[in-house]
């Protein structure tokens, strides 16, 4: 690929989750690069605009902050349409709730039939303001994407402003929802009923983290493959760093044992950087706060130094 034809987005939005930090990930990951690879394009930075002070006051328990998310989600999913979509984007993210402007975005320049979302993660993010259990939007994102409110494991009731407010954010995407059959999960090992419900009901391919470890990587990038043979041609991968077992890195806010190990991840994100397919890479959930050993921007660098070119700056 040639090097200039990449789109560098950063947006470090952090309160989609329980914990602060993430905002940080960006640019320590950025900063790591830049000490080993020359960077092909300037960095659009989509800015967060609200200080923790401003976020305080949560006003609804089962979609906190969601206005301010709102507002910066709108912001960035309006930058990820400006670009030009024949170009290849690498979006660098806070907490994971970014994805839900990151698939607005994705979504508004291209055919919602033709999207497949990979997502590599410890965790499904498939809940609804109705089913969650913490009302932290990051765990909502995919829900986003397919708009199932999952009412059958309905447990929160939900007044009219945030129902609207739901309904807003869900359409971000300004066109119809994603087929929940061009979701796959891969490296899963937590999550609630009401998400397995979900996954059940709807027909979504879940690749866990245990099957992958029992079967090995091959297969699992085999069956990704095999899933999208003749179907969803346009890939929006999310990455979340918390994919990745803790001996790794703990740096993230949920690191869960059992995950990928560092060649596992260092391979899968090879694999999808090698398809054409593949037209938005998100990294997200480095948190430079929790770092207790080896840093997590450190282990994600290296993951990422084969993708975007081996300029040595040492």
Not at 51 to 77: C, G, N, T, W
Not at 89 to 96: Q, S
Request: hydrophobic share 35%.
């Amino acid at each position: 690929m040639n090097k200039q034809a990449l789109n560098i987005v950063v947006s470090g939005w952090e309160y989609g989750a329980g914990k602060s930090g993430t905002s940080k990930g960006p640019d320590a990951l950025l900063k790591a690069l830049q000490n080993h690879i020359e960077l092909p394009n300037t960095p659009k930075h989509v800015d967060q605009t609200v200080e923790a002070q401003d976020v305080a006051h949560i006003y609804f328990p089962h979609l906190k902050r969601a206005r301010h998310l709102l507002k910066h989600q709108s912001r960035l999913a309006n930058t990820i349409e400006k670009l030009n979509p024949q170009t290849r984007t690498l979006l660098l993210t806070g907490d994971h709730s970014n994805a839900i402007g990151g698939i607005a975005g994705f979504c508004r320049n291209r055919n919602p039939e033709n999207i497949g979302i990979i997502w590599i993660d410890a965790h499904l993010d498939l809940h609804s303001p109705y089913t969650t259990p913490s009302g932290n939007i990051h765990g909502m994102s995919v829900n986003t994407a397919i708009e199932m409110d999952n009412l059958d494991c309905k447990v929160n009731d939900l007044d009219a402003d945030c129902i609207s407010l739901w309904e807003e954010i869900k359409n971000l995407k300004k066109c119809n929802a994603i087929n929940p059959e061009n979701i796959v999960f891969m490296g899963i090992r937590s999550y609630e009923d009401a998400e397995i419900h979900l996954i059940k009901t709807a027909g979504i391919k879940v690749l866990f983290a245990e099957d992958i470890h029992t079967n090995g990587l091959d297969w699992a990038l085999n069956e990704i493959q095999m899933h999208f043979k003749h179907k969803a041609q346009e890939w929006y991968v999310s990455f979340d760093v918390d994919s990745m077992d803790p001996s790794v890195s703990i740096g993230t806010g949920t690191p869960e044992a059992g995950g990928l190990g560092k060649e596992q991840a260092a391979e899968t994100l090879q694999f999808f950087w090698n398809q054409s397919q593949t037209q938005l890479l998100e990294i997200t959930e480095i948190n430079p706060e929790l770092d207790t050993q080896n840093p997590m921007a450190e282990a994600v660098c290296d993951l990422l130094r084969p993708l975007l070119g081996s300029t040595n700056r040492e």
